[in-house]
């Protein structure tokens, strides 16, 4: 593999890094040792890589450390419904793992129409690997075990990759490592949002890219690629597709500022990628039917694309797990704690400005803050918006918002491209401060100096703080002991009482998957001819009587229309029995209107249980 830092020719070709005098001076400044080429990797001493692995490991427990003092007792973070999704699609991936179905399709949630895992948040690889701990373990102890390598991992794989290919020394990679690991957008999206923090690949699949255009291997290369694309569309489709958005810009600045070496690169890339890309149709085919035309596929992402969006001035403020933030720092300027996919403040966001103005020469440095500020310009959505109040100036969002794919997006993350490419100018700033350190001249170490003390002054206030944790809503025994198997056959559907999306939820998940329940936390159609997506179905007439009941909006006295609805309701969810947990602080009011639906219930355990198998078989 050919170095990034390499001269205008490599041995596969014309680079994209520039000769030797476009180089960062901090790649030129530092000497080669004698017994390695030029253009030999930087791999250095293994205790670095190790020094850092373990430093980002570290960093990741601080963050999620308040998860672990209480796995099965606690929720991590600030969206409660978003963990108990993510937890029942683990749960799920090891259901399907070790029963063989279908991994992108389930009738055991929603039942009995199901979910489309591809519309949603699949994490089929995830799944797959984590399955042991979540079957030994339980899905809470996968999911935080996910977000916490996650955050780990990330940082990890862009040190690897910017260390091995794009800076001298191993602290300026370390740091690029630690931006992009532990940024705002990583650990606010560490709240719910794992399918969004496992960019582990991410590093390697732009690399991949940067070689296809150096002139490589062609078939190698593109196979290469291909490889990594399939393991990240089984990750997070998200994150894939605005890798390859990041790429684009990332080539269309790369043909401003040097337009003779992206032609030069168009032939060997198109073939690359072209090989990747049929390797990736005959790995993804079936998925990709599915997430486009499968049962119970989705359109387009509920309501208005300018619903989660991040204002101008979110990038210079600080996020609310950070140092420098706090609850309401960003009030107004996002969506909701999930999508602060920005948050630098401002004294970073001007070292960034002065550190571009003294790389400008560097075309890798021009093309990098290009791609950053287009995305962030992005992120706005299709309205330029500074402050909490849109304005009715139409952004360029507004241009693609109706194309497939990108009416799905969530807006916001395009906050995750200019973080990434921040991450890589901090990098390259800090490996050129570094050279200028190594100098003899007393200027060039002041220099070096003022800039280090100026960077660490801006990046501490960014720095994450402990996510926060809350209560978990117990499971009944009945569920979690396995006693249910008695009860309802596998597969087939039990009902929760009240009939509530993340009540489903959570009782299947902690059953690993191991019956069906109806309706849940999920994207889905509008209805079986109307494709647009909307979050959850409309409840059934059982359903919705139960939770007014519930509410005391409605008397438990049900008459025989509500009756006859509620046997055409149980016949519907395939159900075999309605659990409502003897703890209910209205159990009295529900058992009663259940007793007038379905007959006598009879405890067991720590729930009353309706049998409605005579109905329903």
């Given amino acids: 593999m050919t170095d990034f830092r390499s001269d205008a020719r490599g041995p596969h070709g014309p680079a994209l890094a520039g000769p030797a005098d476009d180089r960062p001076a901090a790649v030129a400044d530092r000497p080669v040792p004698a017994d390695r080429p030029a253009d030999a990797p930087a791999g250095g001493p293994r205790r ?120 001298r020394r191993h602290l300026a990679a370390g740091v690029g490592g630690l931006f992009c690991g532990f940024a705002p957008a990583l650990v606010s999206h560490s709240n719910g949002h794992p399918h969004i923090t496992a960019q582990w690949l991410v590093p390697f699949l732009v690399w991949r890219v940067v070689c296809l255009a150096r002139g490589g291997r062609v078939r190698r290369d593109g ?163 500074w402050g909490p109040r849109h304005s009715s100036v139409p952004a360029p969002f507004a241009l693609v918002q109706n194309l497939p794919v990108f009416d799905s997006l969530v807006v916001a993350r395009f906050g995750l491209i200019t973080t990434a490419a921040v991450g890589v100018l901090l990098a390259l700033t800090v490996d050129r401060l570094a050279g200028l350190a190594r100098r003899s001249a007393p200027a060039d170490r002041l220099v070096a100096a003022l800039g280090g003390a100026a960077l660490l002054a801006a990046l501490v206030p960014v720095a994450p703080t402990p996510l926060p944790v809350q209560r978990r809503a117990p499971v009944p025994a009945f569920v979690t002991s396995g006693a249910w198997r008695d009860h309802v056959t596998p597969g087939r559907t039990l009902v929760p009482v009240p009939v509530d999306n993340m009540t489903s939820v959570w009782w299947s998940s902690a059953a690993h998957a191991g019956f069906a329940v109806p309706q849940g936390y999920f994207l889905g159609p509008v209805s079986k001819t109307d494709p647009t997506g909307r979050w959850g179905v409309r409840p059934q007439p059982t359903a919705m009587l139960l939770t007014a009941v519930d509410k005391g909006t409605r008397s438990p006295d049900p008459g025989p229309a509500d009756r006859e609805r509620a046997l055409a309701d149980a016949r519907y969810w395939r159900a075999d029995a309605l659990a409502l947990p003897a703890a209910h602080p209205r159990a009295a009011r529900l058992r009663a209107v259940l007793d007038a639906l379905y007959g006598p219930g009879a405890r067991v355990d720590d729930v009353w249980l309706w049998d409605v198998r005579g109905y329903t078989r």
């Fill in 48 to 167: 670095y890589d190790v020094a850092a692995a373990l430093v980002y490991l570290a960093g990741a427990v601080l963050v999620t450390g308040r998860g672990w003092l209480d796995v099965p007792g606690r929720l991590l973070g600030s969206r409660p419904t978003d963990q108990g999704f993510n937890e029942w699609m683990l749960a799920y991936a090891a259901h399907a793992v070790t029963h063989l179905e279908n991994p992108f399709f389930t009738t055991l949630q929603n039942a009995p129409d199901g979910v489309n895992l591809m519309s949603n948040v699949g994490m089929q690889l995830p799944g797959l690997l984590l399955t042991p701990v979540t079957v030994l373990a339980g899905a809470p102890a996968a999911y935080l075990l996910f977000v916490t390598l996650n955050l780990a991992g990330t940082a990890y794989a862009w040190y690897h990759v910017l260390s091995r290919h794009l800076v």
């Fill in 223 to 385: 196979l290469v690629l291909g490889v990594l694309v399939v393991a990240q569309f089984f990750i997070g489709l998200e994150v894939l597709f605005l890798t390859a958005l990041a790429c684009l810009a990332g080539l269309l600045g790369w043909l401003l500022v040097r337009p003779r070496r992206v032609v030069a690169a168009a032939r060997p890339l198109t073939g690359g990628i072209a090989v990747a890309g049929l390797l990736v149709l005959l790995a993804g085919a079936y998925p990709l039917w599915m997430q486009f035309a499968g049962p119970q596929h989705r359109v387009g992402h509920p309501g208005s694309p300018d619903q989660f969006v991040l204002a101008l001035k979110s990038y210079v403020t600080y996020a609310t797990e950070s140092v420098g933030g706090g609850p309401g720092s960003v009030r107004g300027l996002v969506a909701n704690t999930t999508e602060e996919a920005s948050s630098f403040g401002w004294p970073l966001v001007i070292l960034l400005v002065a550190a571009v103005l003294w790389q400008r020469r560097q075309p890798l440095v021009r093309v990098l803050a290009l791609v950053a500020v287009v995305a962030a310009i992005l992120s706005m959505g299709t309205r330029w918006t």
